[in-house]
């Protein structure tokens, strides 16, 4: 997932350069926050509770990215949409195959 979201941010950010758009520098609240959380964890307690998060994460990514793909205005965050599409389905039926292996997190 590391490699494969590396490479996506890097031809997002091309195809945003190229049609004169500037992506976010940072992370929003909502990930902030998810990332505050996690880091206090470790562990199946961690493992368990990154999938789930990563499997929520993945479903949203999924209808944005179909969304741009089938009504987007800009024909290369369109096109990205569409190549990328794919490889987040991949992550999202990877994520759910492991996690029924994990034991679940603590509240």
Do not use: C, W
């Amino acid at each position: 997932m590391v490699d494969d979201h590396g490479k996506a941010n890097e031809q997002l950010k091309a195809a945003a350069e190229s049609g004169g758009m500037t992506l976010p520098a940072d992370v929003n609240g909502t990930q902030q926050a998810m990332y505050d959380r996690l880091s206090k964890l470790s562990g199946a307690q961690f493992d368990s509770a990154y999938v789930k998060d990563m499997i929520m994460d993945q479903q949203d990514d999924i209808k944005e990215f179909k969304k741009e793909a089938q009504s987007g205005t800009d024909e290369q965050i369109k096109s990205f949409a569409s190549q990328t599409l794919p490889v987040i389905e991949g992550h999202l039926e990877k994520l759910k195959s492991i996690q029924p292996t994990l034991a679940p997190s603590s509240k």
